[in-house]
């Protein structure tokens, strides 16, 4: 089983930088392909970004060419670099873990982190 634990959000002005890390325990990290997700107050859960075990990343219209996913097999982790924050961006982000592709269905992901805060204010 793995375990996956979030850090790193908290309060940032808006046009600002946040490094978001995910840190994979109890299992085979480096054959995960791992997806960041975030959920906004009332609405669903929507994908932000992923990274398969190879490398390949993928990522939402909505953060392309501001967010970075990568992951660092050796620390069994993976990171989303936030750069030029919105107050849109303000949403508890997840990280998640499965076999294989990288998808932008959350439901197709078995494990999941507990959340880490993001506020972007104006």
């Known amino acids: 089983q793995v375990q996956l634990v979030e850090s790193g959000g908290r309060l940032v002005q808006a046009g600002g930088s946040l490094r978001l890390s995910c840190a994979a325990s109890?299992?085979?990290?480096?054959?995960?392909?791992m997806g960041w997700f975030r959920q906004a107050p009332g609405k669903e859960r929507e994908f932000v970004a992923g990274?398969?075990?190879?490398?390949?990343?993928n990522y939402a219209d909505s953060v392309k060419g501001r967010f970075t996913v990568s992951r660092d097999n050796a620390k069994n982790t993976v990171y989303l670099q936030m750069d030029s924050l919105k107050p849109e961006d303000t949403a508890v982000y997840y990280c998640?873990?499965?076999?294989?592709?990288?998808?932008?269905?959350?439901?197709?992901?078995?494990?999941w982190g507990q959340g880490t805060q993001v506020t972007v204010s104006s």
């Open positions: 990274i398969s075990w190879t490398k390949i990343t």
């Open positions: 998640a873990g499965r076999a294989l592709l990288v998808v932008d269905t959350s439901n197709a992901y078995r494990y």
């Open positions: 109890g299992g085979t990290f480096s054959s995960l392909a």
